[in-house]
T-cell receptor, first 113, second 113 residues
Framework: AQSVTQPDIHITVSEGASLELRCNYSYGATPYLFWYVQSPGQGLQLLLKYFSGDTLVQGIKGFEAEFKRSQSSFNLRKPSVHWSDAAEYFCAVGEGSNYQLIWGAGTKLIIKP | GAVVSQHPSWVICKSGTSVKIECRSLDFQATTMFWYRQFPKQSLMLMATSNEGSKATYEQGVEKDKFLINHASLTLSTLTVTSAHPEDSSFYIC?????????FGPGTRLTVT
């Protein structure tokens, strides 16, 4: 069965430091990959997506992610985090004729001042 | 573009009553809409997939007679929680699919007293 693993339940990073959130997927075909962010009391916002082409994807708010087929990974990165980046981050894979999303468990990002 | 609204954003109801939540795609037509439930500090749990004009497909363990889904048009889907009980209290999120992507509503906080 398809699955998405986000191995880190929470990560604490100092403001201004770099960030990498891990995501591994299990999917037989070429995956449609997504990263979403959910701030407290807010809806889900799409950060970036990968369907095909360049494996390094740029998103909003200075985020990027790299698709590595050999490692079945789609890690999210940001060179310098801001306090406003504190939120829950979800990785997801789209599958099936309806492009249903398979979700990771989420990683909570905590920013130290 | 690609805005999805949900109404109401929060609702409190008494045990035994029914509650209807609306999900609308405001500026696009969505063949498929999804309903999710999210418990505190957890990922999204897909409840059902609904295609316009046909019956919703419910995920295993979701009671279709309790969570009634109607997708009467390409821009509107409704979720009715029937005979609500306190254990139905949760955050309900809808999404509408356009192409490969899902666009999410802001969610509805349901509290059953």
């Amino acid at each position: 069965a398809q699955s998405v693993t986000q191995p880190d339940i929470h990560i604490t990073v100092s403001e201004g430091a770099s960030l990498e959130l891990r995501c591994n997927y299990s999917y037989g075909a070429t995956p449609y990959l997504f990263w979403y962010v959910q701030s407290p009391g807010q809806g889900l916002q799409l950060l970036l997506k990968y369907f095909s082409g360049d494996t390094l994807v740029q998103g909003i708010k200075g985020f990027e992610a790299e698709f590595k087929r050999s490692q079945s990974s789609f890690n999210l990165r940001k060179p310098s985090v801001h306090w406003s980046d504190a939120a829950e981050y979800f990785c997801a894979v789209g599958e099936g004729s309806n492009y249903q999303l398979i979700w990771g468990a989420g990683t909570k990002l905590i920013i130290k001042p | 573009g690609a805005v999805v609204s949900q109404h109401p954003s929060w609702v409190i109801c008494k045990s035994g009553t029914s509650v209807k939540i609306e999900c609308r795609s405001l500026d696009f037509q969505a063949t498929t809409m999804f309903w999710y439930r999210q418990f505190p500090k957890q990922s999204l749990m897909l409840m059902a997939t609904s295609n316009e004009g046909s019956k919703a497909t419910y995920e295993q363990g979701v009671e279709k007679d309790k969570f009634l889904i109607n997708h009467a048009s390409l821009t509107l889907s409704t979720l009715t929680v029937t005979s609500a009980h306190p254990e139905d209290s949760s955050f309900y999120i809808c999404s509408a699919r356009m192409g490969y992507e899902q666009y999410f509503g802001p969610g509805t906080r349901l509290t059953v007293t």
